[in-house]
C-alpha cells in the first residue's frame, strides 16, 4: 500500500486507526452536503473502511486518510477509485475496473480554505498518472459544490458537463495523461 506526502500531509490507505478521524468528518452535515446529502453513521463509516481496505488489497489503490503533520488529526479524505455511473455499487467489483480513475477528496471543516484539497490532489493525480499509468483522471461534484469546481481548475482538468455518475446528475471535469505531464513535466 502507498503512503503518499505532501509539504503539510502524509496520505494513508484507510485502516482501523483512521476510524475516530474518518467518522468525525463524515458526521459533519457539511462535509456530506454534496456527497450523500446525510451525516454518516458510525457503521457506515466502519464499513466504508473494510470495503476500502479491500480494494488496496485487490487493486493497490483507493482511498487515503489525509493526516495533517502538525497535529496528527485526520485532515480528510481521498482516493483514487473507478468512477461509477449507478447509484449502488455492484457486487462484482471487478466490474469497476472497466470503468475510468476517479479523483476525489473531503475535507473535515476545521482544515477547509487552506489549500490541502489541492496540495492532496495533486499527489493523488500524480500517483494515477505516473505509477497506475492512467490515460485520463476524471472528477465529479454536485453543480452547486463551486470549491471542489475550483480544485478540479487547480488540477488542470476541463469540465465537460453535467452526466449522470453516482446515479445522480453531476459536473465532471477530466485530464488527461497527456495535459498532466505538459503541467507537471517530470
Not at 471487478?94 to 473535515?108: A, C, K, T, V
Request: glycine share 6%.
Amino acid at each position: 500500500m502507498t503512503i503518499l506526502h505532501t509539504p503539510r500531509l502524509r496520505l494513508e490507505p484507510f485502516d482501523d486507526c483512521h476510524f475516530d478521524g474518518l467518522q468525525a468528518m463524515n458526521r459533519e452535515p457539511a462535509v456530506m452536503r454534496y456527497i450523500s446529502g446525510e451525516p454518516e453513521t458510525p457503521e457506515q463509516t466502519r464499513a466504508g473502511i473494510a470495503r476500502v481496505k479491500a480494494r488496496w488489497s485487490d487493486w493497490g489503490y483507493s482511498w487515503w486518510a489525509f493526516v495533517d503533520l502538525d497535529s496528527g488529526r485526520v485532515a480528510g479524505a481521498g482516493c483514487i477509485q473507478h468512477l461509477r455511473r449507478d447509484a449502488e455499487p455492484p457486487t462484482d467489483f471487478e466490474r469497476l475496473r472497466q470503468n475510468p480513475l476517479e479523483i476525489g477528496w473531503r475535507l473535515h471543516p476545521d482544515f477547509w480554505r487552506r489549500g490541502l484539497a489541492s496540495e492532496a490532489a495533486q499527489a493523488m493525480a500524480a500517483f494515477a498518472f505516473d505509477r497506475l499509468r492512467a490515460a485520463e483522471l476524471l472528477a465529479v461534484r454536485d453543480p452547486e459544490n463551486l470549491a471542489s469546481g475550483k480544485v478540479m481548475d487547480r488540477l488542470g482538468m476541463t469540465y465537460r458537463g453535467i452526466e449522470t455518475c453516482y446515479g445522480l446528475p453531476l459536473a465532471v471535469h477530466a485530464v488527461d495523461a497527456a495535459s498532466w505531464q505538459a503541467r507537471h513535466p517530470v
